[in-house]
């Protein structure tokens, strides 16, 4: 017994030792049987998930043109969209609160706006003028507010690119207007003082698809429903990060 150094360290009397053996037994025994308990609960779970399920042979794996990948947007999307099993199922679900999402997006940029503003390494990215903005710019970091014209022109932007992610039919226009919202935030084809990192594009988008989330929960859906749009926005989501 792994304990019987302590107990004759402890010098104690046979019926204790026989006691603590008992216990220690018992106890050992019902974390067994809950870990038991467990393992036969996730089986039943993992059986239900809608996820993929190999049945025979590992099926041929798919092929996808790796450079174009960086060069063809719509190859991309199509890449994207198979891996994630995004597809007629996931584009229903999001059209059927499009119209209730929609008119919210304002008060989701409102506050994409204050986070971003409560950062020095974001906040900074609004000093120099943004792609498309030709009016006056703001001294310094310390002289932007919620109020200056660009952050108003900014916020027209990102609302209009917000309301296009749960409207639009998902072709090729649509992967193009992405793909270009995604390069003017590069020097590559946005103005040349601005590259804003990846980082601060996945924390932001992160930032949306919590409020999104957020927001489905008080639409009164099924939970079924609900599960469903949240899972078909995250692959949505997931697949804009990446132009």
């Known amino acids: 017994f792994p304990g019987s150094r302590i107990i004759t360290m402890l010098n104690l009397s046979s019926s204790w030792t026989v006691a603590l053996i008992a216990a220690g037994a018992a106890a050992v025994g019902g974390v067994a049987a809950a870990l038991v308990m467990r393992s036969n609960e996730g089986t039943k779970i993992s059986k239900s998930l809608p996820f993929p399920k190999i049945a025979g042979p590992t099926p041929e794996a798919k092929h996808y043109d790796e450079p174009r990948l960086g060069t063809d947007t719509m190859h ?3 890449y994207l969209a198979d891996f994630l099993d995004f597809g007629a199922a996931d584009i229903h679900n999001i059209k059927s609160v499009a119209t209730q999402l929609a008119p919210l997006v304002p008060a989701v940029v409102d506050a994409v706006y204050l986070k971003l503003f409560a950062y020095d390494v974001t906040k900074k990215y609004f000093v120099a003028r943004n792609e498309g903005y030709e009016g006056s710019l703001p001294k310094n970091i310390n002289d932007l507010t919620l109020e200056h014209p660009q952050i108003k022109f900014r916020k027209g932007v990102l ?8 409207t639009s039919e998902y072709d090729a226009s649509f992967v193009n207007y992405v793909s270009y919202v995604g390069e003017i935030h590069s020097n590559h084809v946005g103005a040349k003082s601005i590259d804003v990192p990846m980082v601060h594009n996945e924390v932001l988008f992160g930032f949306v698809e919590d409020a999104f989330v957020a ?23 997931s697949i804009q990060r990446s132009y």
Do not use: P, Q
Not at 223 to 237: A, C, Q, T
């Open 76 to 78: 991309r999307f199509a």
């Open 159 to 166: 609302s209009k690119y917000l309301v296009k992610l749960v």
């Open 215 to 237: 927001i489905l929960g008080t639409f009164n859906l099924s939970r079924e429903d609900e599960r469903n749009i949240i899972r078909s926005l995250v692959k949505l989501l």
